[in-house]
């Protein structure tokens, strides 16, 4: 809204002016709409505070909002604007949050048309929704050790982000503008480590989170009537102080040496970009985005490799972008729209041998993407019109020595789309789109790991993955606006797609997708309106595999099997809201939502195992997560600007994801969620507003 403020000013100054009065006076409508303007370019400000109470300690319902424990919150939101009138300066102090672990502060000055600068303060506080009940000291430091007194441990990180920046406008053509961001993110996080010879179970860790990241941009830019450039350059630098952890085994093991594990390392990256777009006449204009970008990682290994004379990663990816665009009304009838786009990604980090087992190279994540699109809109009268466009996308891929999947050097996908947009009355306005895409590549490339991987009944190679496999879709979309009488309208949104995979003897198979989306709003009154929504979604995917006994000797014997999959995700979302008037002085509202996800997987035997002890189960348990809000406010005016308000808010999740519940495969550790969590949370609060 402030931006408005300042866009409307020029507007309005015309408005003004004396000669632009006399017109409008004779018009009451224009009067009107100049009176509007007039207001939005007068400095308003507004003010909310006062205190809530949340009645419980959370861990879910708490993870972002910055109310995890139970008691009193500042609440304080606040947007005080001021104008110069003589020099045209503003000045604009806005706060989000500010009693909360979730707070916002801005702090800006500027000139309209002349320059500007600001600084702004923010902050997020994360916490892990899962409890740890675990005998591991020193967590928070980069020494810890098994065997400690066992207690209950939570887990969070705080986040916090100061930003400075400035522009100038040179002449009515040239600007530019400066910032600097430092962010800091302290904590601690869940983490873990292999299992020793002597020790067969994995080890619980906690990564001790001291990470400073800094970034600076800087942009120019040109703007003619025909012409629009901003080029400009960012910096990211990323800094972890903390270079290793020592985990102590010996409360395990006496004669275990201790494990060591590294933090994220030390990393930069620099882009330089310039995007623009040319109006080549009325009724044709171009666009471009291009962009090279160079990130880098050699911070030193805390510890000599055995494998390669490496003292670090010596990590180099250079990637280049180039995005270009057209959009032309070649008639009344006829619009045209083309897009081009290219990504590089070359990664030139030097590939050495770093472990003896399988994969004992890094991999490289060389690939380009080439991607081209064309749209046609045909209007064949008033309130109809036809749709047509083509895709076409290819990946190539660099030399990856992965023996754990099959893979393609290229993937080629092809897009054709059809529909058609029109009124069908005066109150009904419906939109169809279908279309049909096919992914093919080059041939199927076996692994380094075995010889004749792709004739072999079992293999490393025989199962392909999502991104590789060959693939046919067909989708369908289908909008609706209907509005059925002066008081009621409904929006219906739905799409369905369905895919056929092919390409090797295992891998995905089928899969589909489906959604629907209603949404209405009724005017019961002048004073009071009703809204709600409903909306469905479901996703499903077969698929096969091949599993074994024992990769390191490739003995299949007793154990070899192929298997299949099916999961099934759907999700309900529900609500419904109303608000109005109760009096010139009373407000009222009231807002409830419900929303339940679940996530299905079965699985039966293709080729059962010779032994049926490695036969797979039926299906695993459901996992499902229900989330139920409700929401209430009034508002009460003391007069036209002041008044006071009343919130509540009750929350209520229900989670059974069995995956992460009592979860003991830690050594000294195990893991639990709550599986219900609810929260009442009530705030009052003093508003003053439109000063």
Known sequence: MTMFKYAMLPLSAMLLSPLSTVVLAADEEEYDEMEEVRLLSTPSSSLS?????????LTMLGRYNGRSDQGAYLLLDFDLNQRDDETGTWTLVSGRNVGLSSRNLRYERNRQ?????????????????????????????????????????????????????????????????????????EGERNWGQGTLSSIDQTFFMVEPIDYRTQEVEAKLYYTTEALQLQGGYQLSLFDSPTEVVTLDVSSLAANAAPRKTATPPDNQSQNLYLN????????????????????????????????????????????????????????????????????????KTPKVRYITTFGQFNQLETRTTSHGLLDATYRVKPGFSLLAGIDYKTLKRGDVDDANMARRETTDETTLRIGGRKNLSDSLKGTVKLSHSERDGSAWLPGSGVADT????VSFDYVNS??????????????????????????LVTEASQDKYSGLPLGPRDGSSMMVSIDAAYQLSDEWSLSGWVSTNQLKLDSSTHSWLDLGTLNFAGSEQSWAGKSKDTGLALGLGVKGELTDEIKLGAKLQYSDDKSQFDMASLVAPSDPQFAPNLSLPTIEYKLTQL????????????????????????????????????AGTSVTQLGQESNHFIGVSYFYRGW
Not at 649 to 666: F, P
């Open 113 to 185: 048309g002349d320059w500007r600068y600001f600084i702004e303060v923010d902050q997020l506080d994360t916490i892990d929704p899962y409890l740890y009940q675990t005998d591991l000291s020193g967590i928070g430091s980069s020494q810890q050790a098994t065997g400690g007194a066992n207690r209950s441990v939570q887990l969070s990180q705080e986040r916090k982000n100061v930003k400075i920046g400035m522009g100038k406008h040179f002449t009515k053509k040239l600007d530019f503008s400066l910032s600097y961001r430092h962010e800091s993110k």
């Open 276 to 347: 623009g777009g040319y109006q080549l006449s009325a009724l044709t204009r171009a666009t471009f985005k291009l962009s090279y970008q160079q990130d880098r990682q050699d911070e030193a290994f805390y510890l000599s490799n055995p494998f390669n004379a490496r003292a670090n990663l010596g990590g180099k990816i250079d990637t280049t972008r180039i995005n270009l665009g057209l959009s032309s009304r070649l008639s009344p009838q006829l619009t045209l729209k083309a897009k081009l786009r290219y990504d590089e990604r070359d990664d």
């Open 49 to 57: 505070a006062g205190l809530g109470y949340s009645g419980d300690d």
């Open 454 to 457: 792709l004739t072999a009944p």
């Open 466 to 491: 999502i991104q590789f496999a060959d693939r046919n879709r067909d989708q369908l979309r289908l909008t609706l606006d209907w509005y059925a009488t002066e008081q009621l309208s409904l929006q």
């Open 631 to 666: 929401t209430l406010f009034g508002e009460y005016a003391l007069d036209e600007q002041k008044g006071l308000r009343v919130d509540y808010r009750y929350e209520q999740i229900k989670n059974n994801d069995w995956s992460w519940n009592n979860h003991t495969d830690y």
